[in-house]
Each structure stands twice: as structure tokens, then as C-alpha cells.
């Protein structure tokens, strides 16, 4: 399969922790989103990291990007419980055109 | 700035029923993009679009799944005949142009039930 993996598959936390989430992929990649779906906003772009960056924030995310083992992970600070929603990891690659391929995804929930 | 927009938000059908999702991308976003998301997976592509130009359809069932982007604005993703495993959101996504870093503009999605 060309999909990847996310770890953990589900993951639930006391609001104000921290909140990280792992994502594996199998080819070469230029790029690696990052993706936030929940029933309210539908899927939304969170944050890009290109192939020859190692590590970039945004606000309360950040986000590394270990190109030698295929690796990325989100890190969210100071979960809130609007940030329950389940994320997702893209990895975009040349075959021909600009792809982009979307991993399993990890179900975040923050309880209050 | 309107988004991206689709519809039926939602569909219920019989299986071997034909059905067809319309999308109306970000004014002036040439890509377009429509995927599947079966419940508990990640987006799917199944077919992206350059303006009107097919780009990748390699993962498009093409047996019972067609789309088409007329005038290279609106798009349509049809199924005929549908089957049980087709239930799904269907998303439709677009992008300003063809490139290597850009973000995709997501819709709400159909949801879709075969029965």
C-alpha cells in the first residue's frame, strides 16, 4: 500500500497537555502536511513542511520531519478541547504530477 | 473568500443506482481534486484535474466511476452502477495552481450510502 502509518490510531488527553502524533511514510518525499478533520470545519489544512527542513511552528503546533527514517510528527502545546478532531498526515511526492497521499490518521480527543 | 463547495451534502441509494456529486472550487484555483474517505481511512485521490486536462486518474475505478470538469470551473463525479463498498464521503479539494508546496482547499463532502 501507498499509505504510510500514524501512531497512535486514538489518543485522549486532559486539556492543557501536550498532544503528539506520529506519522510514517514509504517514498521520497518533497513536502509533508498536515491535516485537521472534525465534523465542524470538514478537513483543514494545518501546516507544510518542506524535504529540506528538519523542524517548523505555528502557533501552538510543531512540527519535525526525519527525511532518513520517514518520519514526522505533530506536536500540539496546550490542548484545548476545540482541538478534538482526528489529523492527518499527507506526504507529497513527483510521479508524473504533484501527488499527495493521506495516512490513517490519529483520533484526538481532549477532555476538559 | 467562498470555499469550496459540493453537493448533496448527503445521498442514499440502492446499489447498482447511479449517482452524481457536484463541486464548485475556490474562484480561480485550476486543480482540482476529488477523493474518497471510507470511515475510519484517510482521503483517497481518485482523479485530479489541471484546469479542464486530466492529470492523475490512475487510482479511478473506471469501470463504474467517471468525472469530467467542463469549462475547467465545476466539476462532476458520477458512479454507475453503484456498489455496497462505494459508501463513502467524497471530497472535493482544489488548489490555486500545480505545484510542489501548495495547501489544498477541502469541501464539507458527500456522504454517501449504499444500501
Known amino acids: 500500500s501507498q499509505q504510510g502509518e500514524e501512531d497512535p490510531q486514538a489518543l485522549s488527553i486532559q486539556e492543557g497537555e501536550n498532544a503528539t502524533m506520529n506519522c510514517s511514510y514509504k517514498?521520497?518525499?518533497?513536502?509533508l502536511q498536515w491535516y485537521r478533520q472534525n465534523s465542524g470545519r470538514g478537513l483543514v489544512h494545518l501546516i507544510l513542511?518542506?524535504?529540506?527542513?528538519r523542524e517548523k511552528h505555528s502557533g501552538r503546533l510543531r512540527v519535525t520531519l526525519d527525511t532518513s527514517k520517514k518520519s514526522s510528527s505533530l506536536l500540539i502545546t496546550a490542548s484545548r478541547a476545540a482541538d478534538t478532531a482526528s489529523y492527518f498526515c499527507?506526504?507529497?511526492?513527483?510521479?508524473?504530477?504533484?501527488?499527495?497521499?493521506f495516512g490513517q490518521g490519529t483520533r484526538l480527543t481532549i477532555n476538559p | 473568500e467562498a470555499g469550496v463547495a459540493q453537493s448533496p451534502r448527503y445521498k442514499i441509494i440502492e446499489k447498482r443506482q447511479s449517482v452524481a456529486f457536484w463541486c464548485n472550487p475556490i474562484?480561480?484555483?485550476?486543480?482540482l481534486y476529488w477523493y474518497q474517505q471510507i470511515l475510519g481511512q484517510g482521503p483517497k485521490l481518485l482523479i485530479q484535474?489541471?484546469?479542464?486536462?486530466?492529470?492523475?486518474d490512475s487510482q479511478l475505478p473506471k469501470d463504474r466511476f467517471s468525472a469530467e470538469r467542463l469549462k475547467g470551473v465545476d466539476s462532476t463525479l458520477k458512479i454507475q452502477p453503484a456498489k455496497l463498498e462505494d459508501s463513502a464521503v467524497y471530497l472535493c479539494?482544489?488548489?490555486?495552481?500545480?505545484?510542489?508546496?501548495?495547501?489544498?482547499?477541502f469541501g464539507p463532502g458527500t456522504r454517501l450510502t449504499v444500501l
Open positions: 474562484s480561480g484555483h485550476a486543480t
Open positions: 499527507a506526504w507529497g511526492y513527483i510521479q508524473g504530477a504533484q501527488k499527495l497521499v
Open positions: 484535474f489541471q484546469n479542464n486536462g486530466v492529470v492523475d
Open positions: 479539494a482544489s488548489t490555486q495552481r500545480a505545484g510542489t508546496y501548495n495547501e489544498q482547499f
Open positions: 517514498t521520497s518525499i518533497n513536502n
Open positions: 513542511i518542506r524535504s529540506n527542513e
